[in-house]
């Protein structure tokens, strides 16, 4: 019939889902860092940034959303090119 629960496995701690998800949270930060400079998404990167989204991608990364903020903060004003952006970013994963 159905086995015990004390017999199920939990998932694998470097689950490739898992990791594929932060990946993509991290993705997506990188693009709105730099869709920060075209003017007509100006106010939809301010909304994701100062919003519950930005929050819970902050929760599943492990990053402390104040942490973040100021570092966004900095990319912004930096303008760097997406690549540089994408490898600072990708350097603070957890």
């Not at 730099?34 to 902050?58: K, L, M, Q, T």
Request: with cysteine; net charge negative; hydrophobic share 45%.
């Amino acid at each position: 019939m159905f086995s015990s629960a004390d017999k199920l496995a939990a998932p694998p701690i470097t689950d490739p889902t898992v990791e594929a998800a932060r990946l993509l949270f991290v993705h997506v930060i990188c693009q709105a860092v730099d869709d920060h400079a075209a003017p007509g998404w100006r106010n939809e990167v301010d909304a994701f940034f100062s919003g519950p989204i930005f929050a819970s991608y902050c929760a599943l990364l492990g990053w402390n959303q104040d942490w973040a903020r100021r570092r966004i903060q900095h990319f912004v004003r930096a303008a760097g090119s997406s690549s540089r952006a994408q490898n600072q970013w990708t350097q603070y994963e957890v």
